[in-house]
């Protein structure tokens, strides 16, 4: 979002609004299939554009810590080829993909953090684990018709911490700081695990991620009282 902003010389609250649904996190298309950000055929953000579409013709898939860059059906329309000669390393290097990738690992270690917090302060006594992750999932992926989420707001609106001239470099460490220090003064499980949630999945990994693993939460709710 950053790098959006800035190819559009707009604010990162601005290229939300313009070019984005789900609170910022992905791309917005018309009923025609047209992405907010085409300029007449071109793309009007284009220095900014996003990893994905970089990375098209392929698609980078995650299975726990291993990745690997795969070919996607093209869209119609698209010829969607990479380069007649070309290796997966020349074209990510002529797409410029490196500082994306380098900023979804720095963003991708707030995930631990806000398990760990949530892990802190979510009582599984009162609240069952699954039912969390649940209402979190849907408050994550949800269009339309969510609850106000600061943290949320906060991942995507990186400019309201970095101001709008610095670099994206700077901007991603300010922000980072900014989230890390929001995130250990909530006190909303709810609020912070729907976060977590869309926090993972807008960086490509599965909503699994975020949780709090069972074996923390199961030591910490109610257990029924032995039978006589
Ligand atoms: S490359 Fe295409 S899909 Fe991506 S931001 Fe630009 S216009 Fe939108």
């Not at 707030?110 to 009162?126: K, N, Q, S, T």
């Amino acid at each position: 979002m950053l790098r959006l902003a800035r190819a559009g010389r707009i604010t990162t609250a601005e290229a939300i609004r313009r070019f984005t649904i789900r609170r910022g996190s992905i791309l917005r298309f018309n009923d025609a299939g047209r992405c907010a950000a085409l300029d007449g055929v071109r793309c009007g953000v284009h220095e900014g554009r996003p990893l994905a579409c970089r990375l098209y013709p392929l698609g980078l898939e995650r299975d726990g810590d291993a990745e690997r860059f795969v070919t996607l059906e093209p869209a119609t329309g698209s010829l969607g080829v990479y380069g007649d000669d070309a290796t997966v390393d020349d074209f990510l290097a002529a797409q410029d993909v490196a500082p994306h990738l380098a900023a979804v690992a720095q963003y991708a270690t707030l995930i631990p953090v806000f398990r760990d917090h949530i892990a802190l302060v979510a009582d599984f006594e009162r609240v069952e684990p699954r039912e969390l992750w649940r209402r979190a999932r849907r408050e994550a992926m949800a269009e339309s018709n969510y609850d106000p989420n600061s943290l949320i707001d906060a991942l995507f609106d990186a400019d309201r911490f970095t101001g709008i001239a610095s670099d994206p470099v700077v901007a991603v460490e300010s922000h980072l700081g900014a989230l890390a220090a929001m995130i250990s003064e909530s006190a909303d499980a709810s609020a912070l695990a729907a976060a977590a949630v869309l926090l993972a999945v807008s960086l490509g990994y599965s909503p699994a991620e975020a949780e709090v693993p069972s074996a923390i939460t199961s030591g910490r709710q109610k257990t029924s009282p032995p039978a006589d």
